[in-house]
T-cell receptor
Framework: GQQVMQIPQYQHVQEGEDFTTYCNSS?????IQWYKQRPGGHPVFLIQ?????EVKKQKRLTFQFGEAKKNSSLHITATQTTDVGTYFC????????????FGSGTKLNVKP | ETGVTQTPRHLVMGMTNKKSLKCEQH?????MYWYKQSAKKPLELMFV???????ENNSVPSRFSPECPNSSHLFLHLHTLQPEDSALYLC???????????????FGSGTQLSVL
């Protein structure tokens, strides 16, 4: 199936510092989704990016889709302890839109 | 969110036991999924049902048997599992619009399974 590489695996930051996680695919994507999973919780949808070069913002979160639609990033400005969790990107299968493949996730820890 | 409900939340079973995981969605969606999440691997897609028909079995061992009696309910029947099957099993649903882009997934809280 479709594979997507996500880095870094872990990130420890001091509260107030910025954070970025990256997803890379070897194939062109039709779209990409981002999810957040709090410790002990389940993944929750954050956003979907569709257009080449698209940038979307949600308060302190900025999502980007690469021009070639092969990579994406999630940037958090001035992290807070509430940002703690694992952030996943998810990409669709090339032939079956019902199938999503998830990146390995970036686990963010924020020290107060 | 309580749109997708999974039971039980925790399950401990022996390798010779037979058990079932249950998932129910109250969102009016027509696609349902089983994902496996273990410490060492990312979220692994196991099964996909769309309009109650299984559209994908991602090479899952036969000791896992899904059942989708209607668009709101999904089961995962377990038998003769192995210790390496211990993981968090997540159910999800989405609206399959048969369109160009994917609809977002709504996950349940998961069943934490331990196989002894």
């Amino acid at each position: 199936g479709q594979q997507v590489m996500q880095i870094p695996q872990y990130q420890h930051v001091q509260e107030g510092e910025d954070f970025t996680t990256y997803c890379n695919s070897s194939t062109t994507l039709s779209n990409i989704q981002w999810y957040k999973q709090r410790p002990g919780g389940h993944p929750v949808f954050l956003i979907q990016l569709v257009k080449s070069g698209e940038v979307k913002k949600q308060k302190r979160l900025t999502f980007q889709f690469g021009e070639a639609k092969k990579n994406s990033s999630l940037h958090i400005t001035a992290t807070q302890t509430t940002d703690v969790g694992t952030y996943f990107c998810a990409v669709p299968d090339l032939y079956n839109f019902n199938k999503f493949y998830f990146g390995s996730g970036t686990k963010l820890n924020v020290k107060p | 969110e309580t749109g997708v409900t999974q039971t039980p939340r925790h399950l401990v079973m022996g390798m010779t036991n037979k058990k079932s995981l249950k998932c129910e969605q109250h969102l009016g969606h027509n696609a349902m999924y089983w994902y496996k999440q273990s410490a060492k691997k990312p979220l692994e897609l196991m099964f996909v049902y769309s309009l109650e028909e299984r559209v994908e079995n991602n090479s899952v061992p036969s000791r896992f048997s899904p059942e989708c009696p209607n668009s709101s309910h999904l089961f995962l029947h377990l038998h003769t599992l192995q210790p390496e099957d211990s993981a968090l099993y997540l159910c999800a649903s989405s609206q399959d619009g048969q369109g160009q882009f994917n609809e977002k997934l709504f996950f349940g809280s998961g069943t934490q399974l331990s196989v002894l």
